[in-house]
């Protein structure tokens, strides 16, 4: 299975970064992880909170929270910080980081926090104005955000139920580099809108569930050069690269790809509108999913929404060869594509397609 690396220069990744307004408050200056090439902690920021300073062990046996929250504390005394993980594997219970206050590991592959008593209760609930990078989370559930500006950056997700648990209203959530793999859900932003997220570079691997579901009247959020390949969801519920539904508007998904998606690579309905920007969508709609439909893409219960400069390549044995499912309203939405290619693919009626080409 491929690895998600960034082989740029630290400066040229950085550049990156705060071209996408990422705000790092009172996180490391030069807050990156070294699977993507940083130097050493000399790179970070003060004032710098070592957890292992604080009797944190990192062994994968000894809990290691009352060492942590020590560290956190230390950290809120002084105004802000950052607590550091080295190497190391760290066994936790739920970890509450107070505003401004980031969070900095190692390498995603290099420092792990490990939650493993089974309760759904995120691994790191953060309050806001801060960033948490270069670690990797094994949970149920990774992080609840529960403030506004939060950046997650170049971190590994490795959680049964849910990666991302966004049940409150998160203004300027950013996701930048990071990997959601072998998990339930990726990200699920239910219950509460969510305005201004933002989840680019990221990849989203061997999910059960949905990559990212937005099951929200939230606004503005853009998904873009994500990768989704392979879903394998059990569920006729679940199953799509993406989900929208409950009114979501301004929900765009740029330069990404959609793979062996098991229900739909994009999933939209309930009155959500969503456009689709030079994306390639193959091998999705399988024949083992229990759900219907099965397609690249499916436009649902009165939503809208529009594709531009898209590729939908040919299925190979087992995939639906459906790009585009949509029925008549109410049932249906309405869906318009401009200047995208179809590879052996057809498109239910009702699909207005404008300079677009079908090849055999």
């Not at 219950?191 to 990849?203: D, G, M, Q």
Request: with cysteine.
């Amino acid at each position: 299975m491929m690895r998600w690396k960034i082989a740029l220069p630290l400066v040229a990744v950085l550049t990156a970064a705060l071209a996408v307004g990422l705000i790092w408050n009172k996180a490391p200056e030069k807050a990156w992880s070294s699977d993507t090439g940083a130097g050493s902690v000399q790179d970070f920021a003060i004032p710098m909170f070592k957890v292992k300073d604080y009797g944190a062990v990192g062994n994968g046996v000894t809990n290691d929270t009352e060492s942590i929250a020590k560290a956190v504390k230390a950290a809120q005394d002084s105004g802000g910080g950052t607590v550091y993980f080295d190497r190391g594997t760290y066994l936790i219970n739920s970890i509450h980081v107070p505003e401004n206050i980031s969070i900095l590991g190692a390498g995603r592959s290099d420092a792990t926090l490990i939650r493993n008593d089974n309760k759904d209760e995120a691994a790191l609930r953060l309050l806001g104005k801060q960033s948490v990078q270069g670690i990797g989370i094994k949970a149920r559930i990774g992080i609840m955000p529960n403030g506004d500006d939060i950046n997650i950056i170049d971190v590994r997700f490795e959680c049964s139920v849910q990666g991302i648990q966004n049940a409150v209203t998160v203004n300027r959530l950013t996701v930048f580099n990071s990997l959601f793999e072998n998990s339930g859900y990726g990200i699920l932003s239910n219950i509460n809108p969510s305005y201004e997220v933002k989840i680019l570079n990221t990849r989203f691997v061997n999910i059960k569930g949905d990559g990212i579901e937005i099951n929200a009247p939230s606004r503005d959020w853009v998904i873009e050069n994500c990768v989704f390949d392979t879903n394998t969801s059990p569920s006729r519920w679940a199953g799509f690269g993406v989900g929208v539904a409950l009114s979501a508007k301004d929900i765009v998904i740029k330069n990404s790809s959609f793979i062996h998606i098991r229900g739909q690579g994009v999933h939209v309905e309930d009155y959500a509108e969503v456009t689709i920007v030079n994306s390639i969508f193959k091998n999705n709609g399988s024949a083992n999913y229990t759900g219907d439909p099965k397609a690249d893409i499916a436009v649902l219960s009165n939503a809208k929404v529009k594709v531009y400069n898209s590729k939908f390549m040919a299925s190979t044995v087992g995939y639906s060869k459906v790009a585009i499912y949509n029925t008549d309203l109410p049932v249906g939405g309405t869906i318009t594509v401009y200047n995208s290619t179809f590879q052996s693919k057809t498109v239910n009626k009702q699909v207005t397609t404008v300079n677009s080409i079908f090849l055999p």
